[in-house]
Protein backbone atom coordinates (compact mmCIF):
# COMPACT_ATOMS: atom_id res chain seq x y z
CA UNK A 1 0.00 0.00 0.00
CA UNK A 2 1.48 3.59 -1.13
CA UNK A 3 2.39 5.52 2.03
CA UNK A 4 0.65 8.96 1.79
CA UNK A 5 0.85 12.19 3.26
CA UNK A 6 -1.86 15.11 3.87
CA UNK A 7 -1.49 18.13 2.04
CA UNK A 8 -3.84 20.99 1.04
CA UNK A 9 -2.28 21.53 -2.09
CA UNK A 10 -5.42 20.86 -4.95
CA UNK A 11 -3.14 19.28 -7.48
CA UNK A 12 0.62 18.46 -8.63
CA UNK A 13 1.41 20.23 -12.25
CA UNK A 14 1.77 17.04 -14.60
CA UNK A 15 5.29 16.92 -16.33
CA UNK A 16 5.22 14.38 -18.45
CA UNK A 17 2.44 11.99 -20.17
CA UNK A 18 3.74 9.11 -17.87
CA UNK A 19 3.03 11.52 -14.34
CA UNK A 20 0.11 11.14 -12.79
CA UNK A 21 -0.28 12.68 -9.68
CA UNK A 22 -2.68 12.17 -6.77
CA UNK A 23 -5.44 14.92 -6.56
CA UNK A 24 -7.39 15.86 -3.73
CA UNK A 25 -6.63 15.74 0.32
CA UNK A 26 -3.53 13.40 0.00
CA UNK A 27 -0.32 12.74 -2.28
CA UNK A 28 1.55 9.91 -2.28
CA UNK A 29 5.18 10.52 -0.81
CA UNK A 30 6.65 8.87 -4.16
CA UNK A 31 4.90 11.73 -5.91
CA UNK A 32 7.64 14.11 -3.69
CA UNK A 33 10.30 13.56 -6.31
CA UNK A 34 8.74 15.21 -8.92
CA UNK A 35 8.61 18.22 -6.61
CA UNK A 36 11.16 20.84 -7.17
CA UNK A 37 13.18 22.60 -4.55
CA UNK A 38 10.92 25.66 -3.73
CA UNK A 39 7.86 23.40 -4.08
CA UNK A 40 9.54 21.43 -1.35
CA UNK A 41 10.53 24.31 0.32
CA UNK A 42 6.96 25.55 0.04
CA UNK A 43 5.34 22.35 1.14
CA UNK A 44 7.94 21.76 4.07
CA UNK A 45 7.30 25.34 5.78
CA UNK A 46 3.71 24.83 5.80
CA UNK A 47 3.86 21.45 7.27
CA UNK A 48 2.01 19.81 4.25
CA UNK A 49 4.72 17.20 4.41
CA UNK A 50 7.98 16.20 6.40
CA UNK A 51 11.56 16.02 5.36
CA UNK A 52 11.24 12.49 6.48
CA UNK A 53 8.88 11.74 3.94
CA UNK A 54 11.26 13.69 1.86
CA UNK A 55 14.05 11.67 2.00
CA UNK A 56 12.26 8.82 1.92
CA UNK A 57 10.88 9.40 -1.12
CA UNK A 58 14.17 10.41 -3.01
CA UNK A 59 15.95 7.23 -1.44
CA UNK A 60 13.18 5.18 -2.74
CA UNK A 61 13.94 6.55 -6.17
CA UNK A 62 17.32 5.75 -5.51
CA UNK A 63 17.06 2.73 -5.06
CA UNK A 64 14.67 2.04 -8.10
CA UNK A 65 16.57 3.23 -10.89
CA UNK A 66 20.52 3.49 -9.61
CA UNK A 67 21.15 0.17 -11.17
CA UNK A 68 20.49 1.68 -14.37
CA UNK A 69 21.54 5.29 -13.91
CA UNK A 70 24.63 4.95 -12.47
CA UNK A 71 24.66 8.78 -11.05
CA UNK A 72 26.26 7.96 -7.44
CA UNK A 73 29.52 6.55 -6.53
CA UNK A 74 28.33 6.86 -2.70
CA UNK A 75 24.51 7.13 -1.64
CA UNK A 76 23.83 8.20 2.04
CA UNK A 77 21.37 7.17 2.68
CA UNK A 78 21.61 7.08 6.87
CA UNK A 79 22.96 10.57 6.41
CA UNK A 80 19.97 11.94 4.66
CA UNK A 81 17.70 9.80 7.10
CA UNK A 82 19.50 12.10 10.25
CA UNK A 83 19.48 15.17 8.69
CA UNK A 84 16.08 14.60 7.70
CA UNK A 85 15.15 14.73 11.21
CA UNK A 86 17.00 17.52 12.25
CA UNK A 87 15.67 19.26 9.17
CA UNK A 88 12.07 18.71 10.70
CA UNK A 89 13.09 20.05 14.32
CA UNK A 90 14.22 22.90 12.52
CA UNK A 91 11.33 23.75 10.54
CA UNK A 92 9.36 22.94 13.87
CA UNK A 93 11.48 25.84 15.48
CA UNK A 94 10.76 28.10 12.86
CA UNK A 95 14.67 28.47 11.88
CA UNK A 96 14.72 26.59 8.55
CA UNK A 97 16.77 28.06 5.90
CA UNK A 98 16.59 27.45 2.39
CA UNK A 99 17.45 24.30 1.71
CA UNK A 100 16.48 22.69 4.87
CA UNK A 101 15.12 19.44 4.58
CA UNK A 102 15.58 19.52 0.35
CA UNK A 103 17.24 16.43 -1.12
CA UNK A 104 21.01 17.33 -2.72
CA UNK A 105 23.52 15.36 -4.62
CA UNK A 106 27.07 16.47 -4.12
CA UNK A 107 29.98 15.97 -7.10
CA UNK A 108 32.27 13.71 -5.55
CA UNK A 109 35.74 16.08 -5.61
CA UNK A 110 33.62 18.13 -2.88
CA UNK A 111 35.22 16.74 0.47
CA UNK A 112 32.96 15.72 3.62
CA UNK A 113 33.88 14.38 7.24
CA UNK A 114 31.43 11.77 6.96
CA UNK A 115 31.43 10.13 3.35
CA UNK A 116 34.48 8.92 1.00
CA UNK A 117 35.64 11.78 -1.54
CA UNK A 118 37.25 9.94 -4.11
CA UNK A 119 37.20 12.45 -7.06
CA UNK A 120 36.40 9.55 -9.33
CA UNK A 121 39.77 8.20 -8.93
CA UNK A 122 41.28 5.14 -7.51
CA UNK A 123 44.17 6.86 -6.05
CA UNK A 124 41.40 8.49 -3.42
CA UNK A 125 39.78 5.22 -3.19
CA UNK A 126 38.18 5.34 0.26
CA UNK A 127 39.28 8.45 1.22
CA UNK A 128 37.47 10.45 3.72
CA UNK A 129 38.41 14.26 4.65
CA UNK A 130 38.67 15.69 8.02
CA UNK A 131 36.89 18.81 6.84
CA UNK A 132 33.93 19.63 4.79
CA UNK A 133 34.28 21.82 1.77
CA UNK A 134 32.86 25.23 2.42
CA UNK A 135 29.47 24.96 0.39
CA UNK A 136 28.84 21.64 2.20
CA UNK A 137 29.64 23.27 5.18
CA UNK A 138 26.69 25.93 4.40
CA UNK A 139 24.59 23.17 3.27
CA UNK A 140 24.92 21.44 6.56
CA UNK A 141 24.22 23.94 8.57
CA UNK A 142 20.66 24.38 7.33
CA UNK A 143 20.07 20.28 7.65
CA UNK A 144 20.06 19.69 3.85
CA UNK A 145 19.57 16.26 3.00
CA UNK A 146 22.46 14.50 0.98
CA UNK A 147 21.43 11.97 -0.95
CA UNK A 148 25.34 10.80 -2.37
CA UNK A 149 28.35 11.46 -3.94
CA UNK A 150 27.69 11.66 -8.04
CA UNK A 151 29.94 10.40 -10.31
CA UNK A 152 32.57 12.50 -11.86
CA UNK A 153 35.46 12.37 -14.96
CA UNK A 154 38.74 11.51 -12.39
CA UNK A 155 39.45 14.91 -10.90
CA UNK A 156 37.11 16.25 -13.29
CA UNK A 157 39.17 15.60 -15.69
CA UNK A 158 37.06 14.86 -19.43
CA UNK A 159 33.38 15.66 -20.96
CA UNK A 160 31.26 12.29 -21.09
CA UNK A 161 31.88 11.29 -17.06
CA UNK A 162 33.55 7.87 -18.58
CA UNK A 163 36.59 8.72 -17.26
CA UNK A 164 35.66 7.67 -13.62
CA UNK A 165 37.55 4.79 -12.03
CA UNK A 166 34.45 3.62 -10.84
CA UNK A 167 31.24 3.26 -13.09
CA UNK A 168 29.44 4.25 -16.51
CA UNK A 169 26.78 6.87 -16.01
CA UNK A 170 24.37 6.92 -18.06
CA UNK A 171 21.69 9.81 -19.91
CA UNK A 172 18.22 9.20 -18.94
CA UNK A 173 17.16 10.16 -21.81
CA UNK A 174 18.79 7.06 -23.45
CA UNK A 175 20.77 4.90 -21.17
CA UNK A 176 23.48 4.36 -23.72
CA UNK A 177 24.12 7.72 -24.22
CA UNK A 178 27.03 9.81 -22.16
CA UNK A 179 25.18 12.38 -19.42
CA UNK A 180 28.66 15.10 -20.53
CA UNK A 181 30.86 15.63 -17.90
CA UNK A 182 32.77 16.28 -16.08
CA UNK A 183 29.92 16.78 -13.53
CA UNK A 184 27.79 13.78 -15.36
CA UNK A 185 26.49 12.43 -12.17
CA UNK A 186 25.28 15.38 -10.69
CA UNK A 187 23.47 16.36 -13.86
CA UNK A 188 21.48 12.67 -14.20
CA UNK A 189 20.47 12.29 -10.64
CA UNK A 190 18.68 15.37 -11.22
CA UNK A 191 16.99 14.41 -14.16
CA UNK A 192 16.02 11.26 -13.33
CA UNK A 193 14.21 12.43 -10.05
CA UNK A 194 17.09 11.29 -7.46
CA UNK A 195 17.02 14.77 -6.20
CA UNK A 196 15.66 18.11 -7.23
CA UNK A 197 19.06 19.51 -7.01
CA UNK A 198 22.85 19.37 -6.54
CA UNK A 199 26.19 20.54 -6.52
CA UNK A 200 28.92 20.31 -9.70
CA UNK A 201 32.47 22.01 -10.89
CA UNK A 202 32.91 23.98 -13.51
CA UNK A 203 36.17 24.24 -14.96
CA UNK A 204 35.97 24.49 -18.68
CA UNK A 205 32.26 23.66 -19.33
CA UNK A 206 31.46 20.44 -16.59
CA UNK A 207 28.54 22.28 -15.35
CA UNK A 208 26.55 23.51 -18.77
CA UNK A 209 27.48 20.50 -20.59
CA UNK A 210 26.10 17.52 -18.80
CA UNK A 211 22.95 20.08 -17.82
CA UNK A 212 22.72 20.48 -21.65
CA UNK A 213 23.06 17.00 -22.40
CA UNK A 214 20.80 15.87 -19.76
CA UNK A 215 18.27 18.56 -20.25
CA UNK A 216 18.07 19.74 -16.79
CA UNK A 217 19.33 23.71 -15.78
CA UNK A 218 23.09 23.93 -15.05
CA UNK A 219 24.49 27.38 -13.67
CA UNK A 220 28.23 28.35 -13.28
CA UNK A 221 28.56 31.33 -11.10
CA UNK A 222 31.01 33.99 -11.14
CA UNK A 223 34.91 33.30 -10.06
CA UNK A 224 35.11 34.08 -7.03
CA UNK A 225 31.20 34.05 -6.68
CA UNK A 226 31.35 30.50 -4.36
CA UNK A 227 33.91 28.95 -2.45
CA UNK A 228 36.71 26.77 -3.82
CA UNK A 229 37.89 25.52 -0.48
CA UNK A 230 37.48 21.80 0.30
CA UNK A 231 37.26 21.51 -3.93
CA UNK A 232 39.40 18.63 -4.80
CA UNK A 233 41.56 21.01 -7.24
CA UNK A 234 41.37 20.87 -10.92
CA UNK A 235 42.56 24.37 -12.20
CA UNK A 236 42.70 27.01 -9.21
CA UNK A 237 41.86 29.42 -12.18
CA UNK A 238 39.35 28.29 -13.57
CA UNK A 239 37.26 25.50 -11.01
CA UNK A 240 34.11 27.03 -9.38
CA UNK A 241 31.04 25.23 -7.54
CA UNK A 242 27.18 25.28 -8.80
CA UNK A 243 23.98 24.34 -9.14
CA UNK A 244 22.04 21.57 -11.47
CA UNK A 245 18.22 21.62 -10.35
CA UNK A 246 15.19 21.13 -13.39
CA UNK A 247 14.32 24.46 -13.23
CA UNK A 248 15.74 27.69 -12.85
CA UNK A 249 14.34 29.25 -9.96
CA UNK A 250 15.67 26.25 -7.88
CA UNK A 251 19.16 26.94 -9.11
CA UNK A 252 18.63 30.79 -8.07
CA UNK A 253 17.90 29.47 -4.91
CA UNK A 254 20.96 26.95 -4.37
CA UNK A 255 23.11 29.61 -5.60
CA UNK A 256 21.80 32.19 -2.80
CA UNK A 257 22.38 29.55 -0.36
CA UNK A 258 26.10 28.86 -1.20
CA UNK A 259 27.33 32.42 -2.11
CA UNK A 260 29.59 34.72 -0.63
CA UNK A 261 32.82 35.49 0.81
CA UNK A 262 34.77 32.40 2.69
CA UNK A 263 38.20 33.12 4.65
CA UNK A 264 39.52 30.07 3.93
CA UNK A 265 39.46 31.17 0.32
CA UNK A 266 41.54 34.16 -0.70
CA UNK A 267 40.20 34.04 -4.00
CA UNK A 268 36.13 34.35 -3.03
CA UNK A 269 35.48 38.04 -3.29
CA UNK A 270 33.72 39.93 -0.64
CA UNK A 271 30.70 41.45 -3.20
CA UNK A 272 27.09 41.62 -1.32
CA UNK A 273 24.67 38.69 -2.64
CA UNK A 274 21.62 39.28 -4.16
CA UNK A 275 17.90 37.83 -3.64
CA UNK A 276 18.45 36.06 -6.93
CA UNK A 277 14.62 34.49 -6.67
CA UNK A 278 13.65 37.81 -6.87
CA UNK A 279 15.48 38.99 -9.86
CA UNK A 280 13.15 36.33 -11.65
CA UNK A 281 10.84 38.56 -12.79
CA UNK A 282 9.97 37.49 -16.37
CA UNK A 283 10.44 40.66 -17.92
CA UNK A 284 12.96 41.06 -20.85
CA UNK A 285 11.53 44.62 -22.37
CA UNK A 286 14.33 46.39 -23.53
CA UNK A 287 17.43 43.78 -22.74
CA UNK A 288 19.69 43.62 -25.14
CA UNK A 289 20.95 40.15 -26.09
CA UNK A 290 24.42 39.45 -28.09
CA UNK A 291 24.65 36.93 -30.46
CA UNK A 292 28.64 36.41 -31.44
CA UNK A 293 29.35 34.98 -35.32
CA UNK A 294 32.02 33.00 -33.27
CA UNK A 295 29.44 30.53 -31.90
CA UNK A 296 29.14 29.11 -35.25
CA UNK A 297 31.43 26.63 -36.36
CA UNK A 298 32.24 24.11 -38.78
CA UNK A 299 30.94 20.52 -37.34
CA UNK A 300 28.21 22.02 -35.55
CA UNK A 301 24.89 19.71 -35.80
CA UNK A 302 23.29 22.11 -38.00
CA UNK A 303 19.72 21.04 -36.31
CA UNK A 304 21.38 22.03 -32.96
CA UNK A 305 22.41 25.58 -34.60
CA UNK A 306 18.60 25.97 -35.63
CA UNK A 307 17.28 25.19 -32.42
CA UNK A 308 18.91 27.57 -30.49
CA UNK A 309 18.42 30.55 -33.50
CA UNK A 310 14.50 29.43 -32.81
CA UNK A 311 14.93 30.06 -28.88
CA UNK A 312 16.99 33.57 -29.79
CA UNK A 313 14.29 34.48 -32.24
CA UNK A 314 11.88 33.94 -28.91
CA UNK A 315 13.64 35.98 -26.93
CA UNK A 316 13.44 38.69 -29.32
CA UNK A 317 9.48 38.29 -29.37
CA UNK A 318 9.26 38.58 -25.51
CA UNK A 319 10.66 42.31 -25.81
CA UNK A 320 14.53 41.44 -25.55
CA UNK A 321 16.79 43.12 -28.21
CA UNK A 322 19.04 40.85 -30.33
CA UNK A 323 22.17 42.47 -30.96
CA UNK A 324 25.11 41.39 -33.27
CA UNK A 325 28.56 41.35 -31.72
CA UNK A 326 32.12 39.48 -32.19
CA UNK A 327 34.38 37.70 -29.79
CA UNK A 328 37.10 37.34 -32.08
CA UNK A 329 39.57 35.77 -29.74
CA UNK A 330 37.08 32.71 -29.13
CA UNK A 331 38.45 30.66 -31.66
CA UNK A 332 42.07 30.36 -29.59
CA UNK A 333 39.87 29.73 -26.16
CA UNK A 334 40.06 26.20 -26.69
CA UNK A 335 43.70 26.02 -27.09
CA UNK A 336 44.16 27.89 -24.55
CA UNK A 337 42.67 25.90 -21.99
CA UNK A 338 44.29 22.88 -23.10
CA UNK A 339 47.52 24.75 -21.83
CA UNK A 340 46.58 26.66 -18.76
CA UNK A 341 44.18 23.86 -17.58
CA UNK A 342 46.43 21.05 -17.80
CA UNK A 343 49.71 23.23 -16.37
CA UNK A 344 47.62 23.95 -13.22
CA UNK A 345 46.34 20.05 -12.90
CA UNK A 346 49.93 19.42 -13.19
CA UNK A 347 50.69 21.40 -10.22
CA UNK A 348 47.55 20.51 -8.13
CA UNK A 349 47.97 16.75 -8.20
CA UNK A 350 51.74 16.48 -7.14
CA UNK A 351 50.22 16.40 -3.77
CA UNK A 352 48.69 13.02 -4.35
CA UNK A 353 52.42 11.17 -4.27
CA UNK A 354 51.46 7.89 -2.27
CA UNK A 355 53.10 9.24 0.96
CA UNK A 356 50.76 12.20 2.51
CA UNK A 357 47.20 10.54 1.75
CA UNK A 358 45.16 8.48 -0.82
CA UNK A 359 46.71 5.02 -2.29
CA UNK A 360 50.49 4.31 -0.65
CA UNK A 361 52.11 1.36 -3.27
CA UNK A 362 55.22 1.97 -0.96
CA UNK A 363 58.43 0.88 -2.96
CA UNK A 364 61.94 0.16 -1.73
CA UNK A 365 62.80 4.23 -2.60
CA UNK A 366 60.74 7.36 -3.17
CA UNK A 367 61.13 7.87 -6.48
CA UNK A 368 59.47 4.00 -7.19
CA UNK A 369 56.99 4.79 -4.61
CA UNK A 370 55.89 8.13 -6.58
CA UNK A 371 56.07 5.97 -9.81
CA UNK A 372 54.22 2.88 -8.83
CA UNK A 373 51.34 4.80 -6.69
CA UNK A 374 50.62 7.54 -9.92
CA UNK A 375 50.83 5.38 -12.46
CA UNK A 376 48.49 2.37 -10.66
CA UNK A 377 46.64 5.36 -9.02
CA UNK A 378 45.76 7.81 -11.91
CA UNK A 379 43.99 7.02 -15.04
CA UNK A 380 44.59 7.58 -18.79
CA UNK A 381 43.20 10.79 -18.82
CA UNK A 382 44.58 12.26 -16.27
CA UNK A 383 48.23 11.11 -17.38
CA UNK A 384 47.42 12.61 -20.24
CA UNK A 385 46.28 15.86 -19.03
CA UNK A 386 49.45 15.94 -16.65
CA UNK A 387 52.07 15.48 -18.98
CA UNK A 388 50.56 18.09 -21.19
CA UNK A 389 50.80 20.43 -18.23
CA UNK A 390 54.22 19.69 -17.14
CA UNK A 391 56.02 20.03 -20.50
CA UNK A 392 54.19 23.47 -20.56
CA UNK A 393 55.70 24.55 -17.54
CA UNK A 394 59.13 23.09 -19.07
CA UNK A 395 61.96 24.78 -18.76
CA UNK A 396 62.21 26.34 -22.84
CA UNK A 397 58.59 26.09 -23.20
CA UNK A 398 57.26 27.98 -20.46
CA UNK A 399 57.15 31.01 -22.06
CA UNK A 400 56.13 29.77 -25.44
CA UNK A 401 53.41 28.14 -24.64
CA UNK A 402 51.67 28.91 -20.77
CA UNK A 403 52.87 32.86 -20.90
CA UNK A 404 51.51 32.78 -24.44
CA UNK A 405 48.25 30.97 -22.81
CA UNK A 406 48.08 33.46 -20.53
CA UNK A 407 48.14 37.21 -22.59
CA UNK A 408 45.56 34.86 -25.03
CA UNK A 409 43.07 34.90 -21.72
CA UNK A 410 43.85 38.00 -21.47
CA UNK A 411 42.68 38.89 -25.15
CA UNK A 412 39.44 36.67 -24.26
CA UNK A 413 38.27 38.13 -21.55
CA UNK A 414 38.70 41.58 -23.08
CA UNK A 415 36.44 40.74 -25.62
CA UNK A 416 33.49 40.26 -23.25
CA UNK A 417 34.82 43.10 -21.63
CA UNK A 418 33.97 44.93 -25.05
CA UNK A 419 31.00 43.23 -25.38
CA UNK A 420 29.03 43.88 -22.18
CA UNK A 421 29.41 47.49 -22.95
CA UNK A 422 27.05 47.30 -25.42
CA UNK A 423 25.03 44.24 -24.35
CA UNK A 424 23.72 43.02 -20.87
CA UNK A 425 23.79 39.12 -22.10
CA UNK A 426 25.13 36.74 -24.49
CA UNK A 427 23.19 33.79 -25.71
CA UNK A 428 25.02 31.08 -27.47
CA UNK A 429 24.76 27.14 -27.61
CA UNK A 430 25.77 25.12 -24.79
CA UNK A 431 27.44 22.42 -26.79
CA UNK A 432 27.99 22.01 -30.94
CA UNK A 433 25.95 18.45 -30.38
CA UNK A 434 23.54 16.58 -28.35
CA UNK A 435 24.58 13.62 -26.07
CA UNK A 436 26.25 10.76 -27.94
CA UNK A 437 27.01 7.05 -27.63
CA UNK A 438 29.15 6.01 -25.20
CA UNK A 439 32.42 5.18 -26.26
CA UNK A 440 32.15 7.03 -28.92
CA UNK A 441 34.90 9.43 -28.73
CA UNK A 442 37.11 7.88 -26.18
CA UNK A 443 39.65 6.41 -28.42
CA UNK A 444 39.71 10.99 -30.08
CA UNK A 445 40.15 13.17 -26.91
CA UNK A 446 40.27 16.12 -29.84
CA UNK A 447 36.62 15.10 -30.79
CA UNK A 448 35.83 14.75 -26.92
CA UNK A 449 37.37 18.33 -26.02
CA UNK A 450 35.41 20.24 -28.59
CA UNK A 451 32.45 18.90 -26.40
CA UNK A 452 32.96 22.19 -24.35
CA UNK A 453 34.18 24.38 -27.23
CA UNK A 454 31.03 26.82 -26.32
CA UNK A 455 31.45 26.72 -22.25
CA UNK A 456 35.13 27.47 -22.09
CA UNK A 457 35.56 31.12 -22.99
CA UNK A 458 33.41 32.02 -19.84
CA UNK A 459 36.05 29.78 -17.88
CA UNK A 460 38.57 32.09 -19.31
CA UNK A 461 36.84 35.37 -18.83
CA UNK A 462 35.48 34.22 -15.24
CA UNK A 463 32.24 35.36 -15.93
CA UNK A 464 28.43 33.62 -15.25
CA UNK A 465 26.43 31.06 -17.46
CA UNK A 466 23.62 29.33 -17.43
CA UNK A 467 22.77 26.56 -19.38
CA UNK A 468 19.00 25.68 -20.43
CA UNK A 469 17.10 23.10 -22.49
CA UNK A 470 15.91 24.85 -25.76
CA UNK A 471 14.53 22.22 -27.94
CA UNK A 472 15.35 18.25 -28.56
CA UNK A 473 17.23 16.47 -31.62
CA UNK A 474 17.01 12.37 -32.04
CA UNK A 475 14.83 12.67 -28.15
CA UNK A 476 18.00 14.16 -27.07
CA UNK A 477 17.78 17.70 -25.39
CA UNK A 478 19.26 20.92 -27.06
CA UNK A 479 20.64 23.53 -24.36
CA UNK A 480 21.38 27.49 -24.91
CA UNK A 481 23.80 28.97 -22.53
CA UNK A 482 23.00 32.57 -21.37
CA UNK A 483 26.49 34.47 -20.75
CA UNK A 484 26.96 37.51 -18.10
CA UNK A 485 29.02 40.25 -16.72
CA UNK A 486 30.92 39.46 -13.53
CA UNK A 487 28.92 39.17 -10.39
CA UNK A 488 25.61 39.44 -12.57
CA UNK A 489 24.13 35.97 -12.25
CA UNK A 490 20.97 37.84 -11.10
CA UNK A 491 20.37 38.80 -15.00
CA UNK A 492 21.35 35.83 -16.73
CA UNK A 493 19.18 34.35 -14.01
CA UNK A 494 16.49 36.51 -15.10
CA UNK A 495 16.77 36.03 -18.79
CA UNK A 496 16.82 31.77 -18.29
CA UNK A 497 13.62 31.91 -16.32
CA UNK A 498 11.47 34.15 -18.59
CA UNK A 499 12.50 31.99 -21.69
CA UNK A 500 11.95 28.69 -19.13
CA UNK A 501 8.67 30.01 -18.35
CA UNK A 502 7.21 31.22 -21.75
CA UNK A 503 8.40 27.45 -23.21
CA UNK A 504 7.72 23.75 -22.44
CA UNK A 505 10.85 22.62 -23.08
CA UNK A 506 11.37 22.61 -18.98
CA UNK A 507 8.62 20.34 -18.27
CA UNK A 508 9.46 17.13 -20.29
CA UNK A 509 10.79 14.56 -18.53
CA UNK A 510 13.02 11.66 -19.75
CA UNK A 511 11.49 8.20 -20.77
CA UNK A 512 13.52 6.79 -17.93
CA UNK A 513 10.88 4.55 -16.19
CA UNK A 514 9.53 3.04 -19.83
CA UNK A 515 13.32 1.99 -20.49
CA UNK A 516 13.79 0.30 -17.38
CA UNK A 517 10.74 -1.47 -17.72
CA UNK A 518 11.51 -2.32 -21.14
CA UNK A 519 14.96 -3.52 -20.34
CA UNK A 520 13.51 -5.79 -17.81
CA UNK A 521 10.60 -7.09 -19.89
CA UNK A 522 13.58 -8.46 -22.23
Not at 28 to 37: D, G
Not at 57 to 83: C, M, P, W, Y
Not at 137 to 160: H, P, V, Y
Not at 190 to 208: F, H, P, Q
Amino acid sequence: MPRTVKTACSKYEQFSSSTTFTRGSEVLVSELIHRTAAELRDLLDRGEISAADVAEAHLERVEAVESHVNAFITVTGDIARKQARAADQRIKDGSAGPMTGIPVGLKDILCTIDAPTTAGSRILEGYVSPYDSSVVARLREQDALFIGKTNTDEFAMGSSTEHSAYKFTSNPWKLDHVPGGSSGGSAACVAANEVSISLGSDTGGSIRQPAGFCGVVGLKPTYGRVSRFGLMAFASSLDQIGPFSRTVEDSALMLGAISGKDPNDSTSVDTPVPDYRSALNGDLTGLRIGVADEYQIEGMDPRVEQSVKTAIAELERMGAEIVPISLPHTEHALATYYIIAPAEASANLARFDGVKYGLSLTQDNLLDTYLETRGKGFGAEVKRRVMLGTYALSSGYYDAYYVQAQKVRTLIKRDFDQAFENVDVIAAPTSPTVSFQKGARTDDPMQMYLSDVFTIPANMAGIPGVAIPCGYVDDLPVSMQFMGRAFDEATILRVAHAYEQNTDWHKARPPLDEAIAASAGN
